[in-house]
């Protein structure tokens, strides 16, 4: 090689690694959120998925129902018992929900056991209004979070058809948070194919005509009544009775 040249080439071979090396690190790929790293919770958030496995293993896979969601899906139990009662109890429905959840806690027990033997003709998803309030947590990285949530159950449940919910109005008034979940759930329309995966917000049904939330209709504008359970049964009841091939249960 010509003398003057080498030098030339050395150089131009050292710009071609710091130039490949700079490119490799703006493409590097993206770091997990919180919203879509499956973590568990602690405390009573743990017991209560102890508990929720056992129910599962207890089931035998008779289920031909599962809500999985947080606490207002965990409120069946409570106000939404008598409800529960009539709708879902003949089918041999488990309710997956644990108060305070995130979309990445339910990610995490949904590997743990929580569907352990199920093979349920419909599950009912509701997840996403914890992940709302942190301002660390943006509409796309909630929206993630719940489709990592939606694309978890289709994995493990590849015969389970999914109704998944638009996240609940909540706070009494209008606010920037409700505004933040509504943006949410316009996009989580988008991941309904009309076959395995029905969406459906119902959320304007919990609302007054002038935009404020009822303490008959939600107890602390988060947490449903008897009458706020009995609402989402009724408003959900055609799509999910044929989803599983059934003849809807009456008001």
């Not at 590097?28 to 929720?52: E, T």
């Not at 606490?71 to 106000?79: K, Q």
């Amino acid at each position: 090689m010509n003398s003057f040249l080498a030098p030339r080439a050395g150089l131009a071979a050292a710009i071609l690694t710091l130039a490949t090396a700079a490119f490799a690190q703006t493409n590097l790929a993206p770091a997990l959120h919180q919203c879509i790293n499956p973590v568990p919770r602690a405390g009573k958030g743990y017991d209560r998925y102890l508990l929720l496995n056992e129910r599962v293993k207890q089931n035998e896979g008779r289920a031909g129902v599962i809500f999985v969601g947080d606490s207002i899906t965990e409120g069946w139990e409570g106000n939404g018992k008598q409800v529960w009662a009539k709708y879902y109890a003949p089918r041999q429905a488990l309710n997956l929900g644990i108060g305070s959840d995130h979309t990445q806690h339910v990610l995490w027990r949904l590997e743990h056991g929580n569907l352990d033997g199920l093979k349920p003709k419909a599950a009912v998803v509701l997840i996403g209004v914890n992940n709302i309030p942190a301002d660390t947590n943006s509409p796309r990285q909630v929206l993630e979070g719940v489709t990592a949530v939606v694309n978890k159950l289709r994995e493990k449940l590849p015969d389970t058809k999914i109704l998944l919910l638009g996240i609940f109005p909540f706070r009494e008034d209008f606010c920037a948070q409700r505004g933040k979940a509504l943006q949410v759930n316009q996009a989580l329309r988008k991941l309904d194919d009309g076959q395995r995966v029905r969406f459906l917000d119902i959320g304007s049904q919990f609302i007054q005509p002038d935009g404020t939330i009822s303490k008959d209709m939600m107890r602390d504008y988060l947490h449903l009544s008897p009458a706020g359970y009995r609402l989402w049964a009724e408003a959900i009841e055609p799509e999910l009775a044929a989803m599983l091939g059934e003849k809807p249960v009456g008001p």
